[in-house]
C-alpha cells in the first residue's frame, strides 16, 4: 500500500505520458463529455451558448465570412461551432476524435439541413487537401498538447491557411499558471462517476512545472473491480512572447491579440488570452 501511494504522489517527467485520447476512447466518458458540451450555460468542455454566439458575431465581422468562406474547426466537438458558421453560408469542416461528439454534429448537421464535413480523426494525423480562410481551435486545445505535438500541429496549420487566411486561438496565460496551486486529494466517485459507471476512488494531484510553465493534473483511478489507471491533463500555459516564438518557429505571426474568441480587449492579468494569426509572407 505504501509503494502505491509513493506512485500517486510522484511527480513524473514533464510530458512524460499522454493520455488525452482516454477522455475520448472510452465510451462511459465520451457520453459524460459530449453532456458537458451540450450544456448550454457552462463552460467544462465548450463555452457557453452566450459566449459562442457573441464568438461567431465578432468573427463573423472581424473576417467577413460569408457565402463561400472556408473554414475548419481543429477539435470541433458536437459542431457547436460549425453548424453557426454553415449558417452563414460557409463551406465548413469540422475536425474530432471524439466518435460519440462527431455521431451528434453529424446527426445534427443533417436535421438542420447544413452541409458540413465532419472527420473522426486525431486532428494531429489528418491530411487534408485544400486550404482555409479561417481556421480555429477554441477551448485552449493547443495547450493540451507537448511541444512536439504543437510544433506539428503548427507546421500543419501553416501549410492550410489561404494566402489571406487566419487563425483562431485562445490559450491558458502565466496568470493562470500562477493562479494555481499544488494540491491532492481523493474522493470517491470524483466528478459524479465521469471516469467509471462503477463504484471507484480517485486520488488527484496537481504539480506545477515552474521553468516551463506547465500544469499537470493527475488522476489515479482505483475501480471496485479492481481496474487502474492513471490519466495526465497537461496544461501549458503561455505569455504572449512564448506564444509568438513558437509561432514564428512555424513561419506564423501574431496579427492581434484579444482577451478572448469574442474580440475583447487583451488583458494580461486574465487566465487565457486569445491571437489571431497569419502567415509570416
Given at each position: 500500500?505504501?509503494?502505491?501511494l509513493?506512485?500517486i504522489?510522484?511527480?513524473?517527467k514533464i510530458?512524460?505520458?499522454y493520455?488525452?485520447?482516454?477522455?475520448?476512447s472510452?465510451?462511459?466518458?465520451?457520453?459524460q463529455m459530449?453532456t458537458f458540451?451540450?450544456?448550454e450555460?457552462?463552460?467544462?468542455?465548450?463555452r457557453?451558448?452566450?459566449f459562442?454566439?457573441?464568438s461567431i458575431e465578432w468573427?463573423?465581422?472581424e473576417?467577413a465570412?460569408n457565402?463561400?468562406?472556408k473554414?475548419?474547426?481543429f477539435g470541433c466537438g458536437p459542431?457547436?461551432y460549425?453548424?453557426?458558421?454553415?449558417?452563414l453560408?460557409?463551406d465548413v469542416t469540422?475536425i474530432?476524435f471524439s466518435?460519440?461528439?462527431?455521431e451528434y454534429?453529424n446527426?445534427k448537421?443533417s436535421?438542420?439541413g447544413?452541409?458540413?464535413?465532419?472527420?473522426?480523426?486525431n486532428?494531429?494525423d489528418?491530411?487534408?487537401?485544400?486550404q482555409y480562410?479561417?481556421?480555429?481551435m477554441?477551448m485552449?486545445?493547443f495547450c493540451?498538447?507537448?511541444?512536439?505535438?504543437?510544433?506539428?500541429?503548427?507546421?500543419k496549420f501553416?501549410?492550410?491557411?489561404?494566402?489571406?487566411?487566419k487563425?483562431?486561438?485562445?490559450?491558458y496565460?502565466?496568470?493562470?499558471?500562477?493562479a494555481?496551486e499544488?494540491?491532492s486529494?481523493?474522493e470517491?466517485n470524483?466528478?459524479?462517476?465521469?471516469?467509471?459507471?462503477?463504484?471507484?476512488?480517485?486520488?488527484?494531484?496537481t504539480?506545477k512545472?515552474?521553468?516551463e510553465k506547465?500544469?499537470?493534473d493527475?488522476y489515479?483511478?482505483?475501480?471496485q473491480s479492481?481496474?487502474?489507471e492513471v490519466v495526465?491533463?497537461w496544461l501549458?500555459?503561455?505569455?504572449?512572447?512564448?506564444?509568438k516564438?513558437?509561432?514564428?518557429?512555424a513561419?506564423?505571426?501574431?496579427?492581434a491579440?484579444y482577451?478572448?474568441?469574442c474580440?475583447?480587449?487583451?488583458?494580461p492579468?486574465?487566465t487565457e488570452f486569445?491571437?489571431v494569426?497569419e502567415?509570416n509572407i
Amino acid at each position: 500500500m505504501f509503494k502505491t501511494l509513493e506512485e500517486i504522489n510522484l511527480r513524473p517527467k514533464i510530458f512524460g505520458a499522454y493520455t488525452a485520447e482516454s477522455l475520448w476512447s472510452d465510451s462511459h466518458r465520451a457520453k459524460q463529455m459530449l453532456t458537458f458540451h451540450l450544456n448550454e450555460h457552462i463552460d467544462v468542455s465548450s463555452r457557453n451558448h452566450k459566449f459562442i454566439e457573441s464568438s461567431i458575431e465578432w468573427m463573423k465581422e472581424e473576417f467577413a465570412l460569408n457565402i463561400g468562406s472556408k473554414i475548419c474547426d481543429f477539435g470541433c466537438g458536437p459542431g457547436l461551432y460549425t453548424s453557426k458558421f454553415a449558417r452563414l453560408g460557409a463551406d465548413v469542416t469540422g475536425i474530432d476524435f471524439s466518435a460519440s461528439s462527431i455521431e451528434y454534429a453529424n446527426e445534427k448537421a443533417s436535421e438542420l439541413g447544413l452541409n458540413i464535413k465532419y472527420i473522426n480523426a486525431n486532428y494531429l494525423d489528418v491530411s487534408l487537401p485544400t486550404q482555409y480562410d479561417l481556421i480555429t481551435m477554441i477551448m485552449c486545445d493547443f495547450c493540451a498538447l507537448n511541444p512536439k505535438q504543437r510544433a506539428s500541429l503548427l507546421a500543419k496549420f501553416s501549410d492550410l491557411l489561404s494566402h489571406s487566411g487566419k487563425l483562431v486561438m485562445d490559450v491558458y496565460s502565466v496568470s493562470s499558471f500562477d493562479a494555481k496551486e499544488e494540491v491532492s486529494g481523493y474522493e470517491r466517485n470524483h466528478l459524479n462517476h465521469f471516469w467509471y459507471q462503477e463504484d471507484y476512488y480517485c486520488f488527484s494531484n496537481t504539480f506545477k512545472y515552474e521553468e516551463e510553465k506547465v500544469i499537470l493534473d493527475k488522476y489515479s483511478l482505483f475501480t471496485q473491480s479492481g481496474k487502474s489507471e492513471v490519466v495526465y491533463n497537461w496544461l501549458q500555459c503561455f505569455s504572449l512572447e512564448t506564444l509568438k516564438q513558437e509561432l514564428a518557429n512555424a513561419g506564423l505571426r501574431v496579427q492581434a491579440v484579444y482577451s478572448d474568441v469574442c474580440g475583447n480587449n487583451y488583458n494580461p492579468n486574465l487566465t487565457e488570452f486569445a491571437v489571431v494569426v497569419e502567415r509570416n509572407i
